[in-house]
């Protein structure tokens, strides 16, 4: 095995980069699955009147699919929101002031290591429900929203981690060379240092993507109408069946692997593009 072989391949069963460990195999069981799942929903005894596992999946499926949507606006607004004061954070952490860099390394260790479920119940507590500004202006704060902050939040600390990262990641020759040739530090991390940053941390931003938009389920703790959350309301609505289940569950898993697939692939390409 050559040296770069042994690299790629290090870095394509790395435990922190999930998307590199997904493949269409889990796709197609979780599609055999499902298959599987209504085929024995429709080989129970029929109750006259009632409809069947998949007409029931048929009718809500629009409904669960306003759900997911739900999903994809919470992950995109809360990865924008994490990836501005990640690369905030992160550039803090560099700092050569102490009083910049040890606190912003502190809140990014602190987000790093704390659960997701126990951050999004004290954002959805702490936040209000409206924000009064001066002159009488009021700002909602829907359930949705809220979550949303909960959600970037966890993922703003490991951006800010990747950011710390590439920067150092960049051979120090590079500064000295910009500092001979009488670049200020501030210009030659805006346009040497960054610059180069970019393509190591596409990668690793893809999957906290992918990740954080596998955890917007656990807004429906809260009642927020994503897809599990709609998908909960239709089999209550269609009499809380049992035989409905495994179908509705094992769509939304297929929904989500649908969506998230495809970003694997590419993940992994720019893995291998920009591999050193």
Not at 9 to 36: I, M, N, Q
Not at 41 to 69: C, D, M, Y
Not at 72 to 93: E, Y
Not at 172 to 185: A, I, K
């Amino acid at each position: 095995m050559t040296a770069r072989a042994f690299v790629l391949d290090k870095e394509r069963f790395s435990p922190w980069r999930p998307l590199s460990h997904v493949t269409w195999r889990y796709g197609l069981c979780l599609v055999a699955a499902f298959l599987v799942s209504l085929a024995s929903a429709l080989a129970q005894s029929p109750v006259p009147g009632r409809a069947s596992a998949l007409e029931t999946l048929i009718i809500w499926l629009p409904f669960i699919l306003k759900g997911f949507a739900l999903n994809l606006l919470m992950s995109f607004l809360a990865m924008g929101l994490a990836t501005i004061t990640g690369v905030a954070l992160g550039l803090m952490q560099i700092s050569l002031l102490w009083p910049v860099r040890v606190p912003s390394r502190f809140v990014t260790h602190l987000l790093r290591n704390s659960p997701w479920l126990v951050i999004l119940f004290a954002i959805m507590f702490m936040l209000p429900a409206e924000l009064r500004l001066p002159g009488g202006f009021r700002i909602l704060l829907p359930d949705w929203a809220k979550a949303t902050v909960a959600f970037a939040l966890p993922v703003m600390g490991n951006i800010s981690e990747i950011v710390r990262g590439a920067v150092y990641s960049i051979p120090t020759g590079q500064w000295e060379s910009s500092e001979g040739l009488g670049f200020t530090r501030s210009q030659t991390l805006r346009w040497i240092i960054l610059p180069q940053c970019v393509r190591r941390a596409i990668p690793p931003w893809m999957n906290w993507y992918a990740l954080l938009t596998l955890s917007t389920p656990m807004a429906s703790i809260f009642s927020i109408h994503e897809a599990v959350s709609n998908a909960q309301a239709g089999m209550e609505a269609a009499g809380a069946r049992p035989d409905l289940l495994f179908p509705f569950y094992l769509f939304l898993l297929c929904l989500f692997f649908a969506y998230i697939y495809p970003m694997a692939l590419w993940t992994r390409r720019l893995e291998r593009k920009y591999a050193l």
